[in-house]
């Protein structure tokens, strides 16, 4: 029997009238958005249904944003009994795979994602940076290519086969384009996002989450294993897991990783559970067999083909 995995999104995934429909049709969809609002100081479900964009493009509310709209969908989800057997997370959706996996709760993530959101807006205010997409060289050709030059550059997300992204001071982002395509990238085009993620310039945020993960975070037991962004493999254990999210901020995303080591592991039913499609088009490039299936639950609409796909208890 093919195992069924949750992918959850991260930054980027956003859009204004996201969740709208979950929020009028669920009630415990309508209750996470108001306690993460009492978490958060503000009206998450205003800025979530009518932004504007460009304040939602903003990481501080970025985060909060894509984290409820999962754990809604998963919430939603699991009321009807449908339950994978793995998860994972890009970035951000690491904590909406915990919650999924039972090992933190969703109140205890709202606060991590309040904590994570404001003090990497504010690195991103005091330590302006970018990211580039390179695409045709593989990760460990980007490492190599960076290496010599000046400036803080860093690979940040390992995405799939032959796209990775970079991250770090703008200047130092713009040379490293015309290195890496210098040495066999197809392309290599900052992207418009609002900081540089996973670069050392997003020390201070690192930091503070590194502080309230080991010491404040309250992990309970997994209900199933949950794949890291820093290891890229399974992990069910409190303290290593706690150890390898401490480091998630200032380290690479090993997502392409990831992707390989769950298909290694039985799994070929991947259910991006989230806004967006950013996730679905990952899996698609980095595995090649006729028998993956690809699903995306986003809205109402996609949740209830699903659920009537999917009609049995337990059934994914």
Known sequence: MKKTTFVFPGQASQYVGMARDLFEEFDSAKEMFELASEKLRYDLADVCFNGPEEKLRQTAFTQPA????????????????????????????????????GAV???????????????????CD?????????????FDDVVAALKDLSGIVVPANYNSPGQVVIA??????????????????KRALPIPVGGAYHSPLMEKSSDLMKEFILNQMN?????????SNVEAEPLSDEDRFKSALAKQISSPVLWYPTIRNMYRDGVRKF?????????????????DDPDIEIIGIDNLESLDQFLNNNAKVGSV
């Open 168 to 185: 770090g001071e703008s200047a130092a982002v713009l040379l490293a384009c015309d290195k890496l395509k210098e040495a066999g990238a």
């Open 105 to 123: 709760s969703f109140e205890d993530g709202i606060q991590a994602i309040a904590i994570r959101s404001r003090s990497m807006q504010n690195d």
């Open 126 to 138: 005091q330590n302006p940076g970018t990211m580039a997409a390179v695409i045709g060289l593989e």
């Open 66 to 101: 894509v984290f409820v709209h999962s754990c809604a969908l998963d919430m939603v989800l699991r009321e009807n009994g449908v339950i994978p057997e793995t998860a994972a997370g890009h970035s951000l959706g690491e904590y909406s795979a915990l919650v999924s996996a």
């Open 219 to 227: 992990f309970t037991k997994f209900n199933f294993p949950v794949y």
């Open 271 to 287: 259910v991006e559970v989230g806004p967006g499609k950013v996730l679905q088009g990952l899996v698609k490039r980095s595995l």
